[in-house]
DNA sequence: CCGACCCAGCTTATCGTTTAGCTGATCGTG
DNA sequence: CACGATCAGCTAAACGATAAGCTGGGTCGG
């Protein structure tokens, strides 16, 4: 690999010069110039960003730590994350949690490594984690995403995760329906334990009580959501309709009831959380709150870019929280009494 | 942020001492090693991988450069190669081309700045488009993914989407269909060509003659697949049966069948490319060419391993080929004629 | 006509590591 | 007891870039 050296011997000028030519830091002569980048051409240079980083400080990397890809919400994210670095000169270095806070740890302690000038974290853990392993003293700014976790200095862009259960909630018990079951999600994580709060108040509000029989945990997966829905119809009085936490329990329950001979909205009615293309797909089309993920993914791109442009000056930690909207499709009928 | 010689000064030990029992690499007594074990806690002393790789030239990096991480496709296997790469102590710096040749050349020449000890690609250009961006002296082991597009000097990691095309139309055939239409992909890629290669040749076989006016160009989009089925169903003598080139257009298809009022089976049958876990809750099932990505993505890093232990020394050129499986559900019926 | 200033381009210290080579001290052995 | 081998730990030279400061010839004002 040819080196700034290289370059300079070539041309028959300094390193600094190169260095100037190509940074475009400072004047050089035109005839030096194009001296210069006929060397760089013809060595096929190409300046190390490992040694530029090591003398200025500045990796021009940023960290992303999803709990898990596979998840559209995330790919999703990524995607818009994705696109809004690459276009500020940024590049992403991607990491999957698998949920686990060990792990996630772990990833943090090879970023800061790293020296990513940035990390962006959907946590899997809570503060007592992060503090526990010593992380107080992580520099990098820091900008969280999805779940709101009190961190030690950070932004936060998520999703009203209460008032878009309480919506969808209402909006079957505005069908008429009053027993309502939930598929939830992890109550370990704030998005988890907020849809289910969401759901419950709704019921609350409208004068229902809670049945604890048709709360089950789909800890945000497939598989678990398939299991859970299975049971909900194996009890004594199923519900009429029920709400689903997520996209990837939203798929497993959609399975169960096709296996059970359900028909949905006939036998029974959905409202999930998450909006998806594939979603417009299903028969019935699925009426679900969906996330601004496109308007989510470039605020936090913001955020990190404010606190990059800070440049260690302490700044204030800021909760941007976003609206999910209903998009009502087929998946919900009007009960009759 | 401390460095080696900060450790070194609150030990009392040199950095080279430092150096040794960060990384185990050579004896250093115990009670040196407590020492500086000591220092590097009470510091939160992290070594700098920038000045690491500067100095050893090596960055314990990969690029991955995918058209989009948006297609299930590449969503399932960036998630495999991350696993695999967090095992091997690797870490990804994912990139999204766009399917746009330009862009991607400019994310080549960024990783080869950052030093990266190898790239896994799927490209969207030509082998002539890297040739003209004078990439030749590139020097990292680069291994192929999906596309099979004769690279400079690199291992290619795919599906036979010949011999899958022709499973899943020959499936078609064999339940008694005989105008049978295709939602193609983008020619211009291998994938494209290949899977239209093998739907008109299992016609051939089959003793059929290709309409051209059944086969569309979908470019592997919801949109375009959309729009494509639409037309189909326009023309006098609709098809009987569809085989759709990959899984973003079956969606695209499936509204548009939807909104058109058509049923499948009863009035289209369907075999499409690629499996996901949610094509098991349409209504019907869709039969599907199932491509083994988790063992792909095992065989893209298992190469890459293998490249970067050769350590620049000339290596073969290997092309894997990974069968698909038909996964029969219930969107083929049998047509009695 | 001379000193101050300017400016292109060079020299060199520096970023935070690793590691080859050096230095004494310790030890075993003839 | 002396000599070489062994070995823990140190010194210092890289790695490839950037940028502060220097040099020396040219310009300009007084």
Same mark, same amino acid.
């Given at each position: ?20 030519? #190509?940074?475009?830091?400072? =004047?050089?002569?035109?005839? *030096? ?24 400080? #500045? ?21 818009? &994350?994705?696109?809004? !670095? ?21 990833? @943090?302690?090879?970023?800061? $490594? ?23 003293? =992580?520099? !990098?700014? &820091? ?13 936060? #862009?998520? #999703?009203?995760? =209460? ?16 027993? *309502? ?43 678990? !959501? ?5 049971? @909900? ?7 009429? !309709?029920? =709400?689903?936490?997520?996209? &990837? ?39 679900? $709150? ?14 990190? @870019? ?14 941007? $929280?976003?609206?999910?909207? @209903? ?11």
């Amino acid at each position: 690999m040819a080196t700034i050296k290289d370059v300079a011997r070539l041309a028959g000028v300094s390193t600094a010069t190169v260095s100037a030519t #190509v940074n475009d830091t400072a =004047y050089v002569s035109p005839a *030096l110039k194009a001296r210069v980048q006929q060397a760089v051409r013809s060595l096929g240079y190409a300046p190390s960003t490992v040694a530029r980083s090591l003398k200025i400080g #500045v990796t021009k990397l940023i960290g992303l730590i999803v709990p898990d890809i596979t998840n559209p919400f995330f790919t999703e994210l990524v995607h818009v &994350l994705e696109i809004a !670095a690459q276009k500020q000169g940024y590049t992403l270095l991607l990491c999957a949690s698998d949920e686990d806070v060990a792990r996630e740890i772990g990833i @943090l302690r090879t970023l800061q $490594m790293q020296r990513v000038d940035g990390v962006i974290l959907a946590p899997s853990g809570t503060l007592s984690d992060y503090r526990a392993a010593g992380l107080a003293s =992580y520099a !990098a700014p &820091l900008v969280l995403i999805d779940r709101t976790e009190p961190f030690f200095d950070a932004d936060t #862009v998520a #999703v009203d995760n =209460y008032a878009a259960s309480l919506e969808a909630t209402s909006h079957l018990i505005a069908h008429g329906h009053r027993r *309502l079951a939930t598929i939830a999600g992890s109550s370990h994580v704030s998005t988890g334990a907020d849809r289910l709060r969401g759901f419950k108040d709704a019921l609350g509000r409208a004068g229902l009580s809670v049945d604890e029989r048709l709360i089950r945990a789909g800890n945000f997966r497939q598989s678990d !959501a398939y299991a859970a829905c299975k049971d @909900l119809f194996a009890q004594p009085e199923p519900p009429t !309709a029920i =709400y689903i936490a997520n996209n &990837l329990m939203l798929v497993g329950a959609v399975c169960a009831l096709a296996d059970l001979g359900l028909a949905c909205p006939d036998d029974i009615s959905i409202v999930a959380m998450d909006d998806l293309p594939w979603m417009a797909a299903f028969s019935p089309k699925i009426t679900v $709150m969906r996330q601004p993920i496109r308007a989510m993914g470039e605020a936090v791109f913001e955020a990190m @870019l404010r606190r990059l442009g800070a440049g260690g000056r302490k700044i204030e930690s800021n909760l941007l $929280m976003f609206k999910p909207d @209903l998009v009502v499709r087929e998946s919900c009928r009007d009960l009759v009494a």
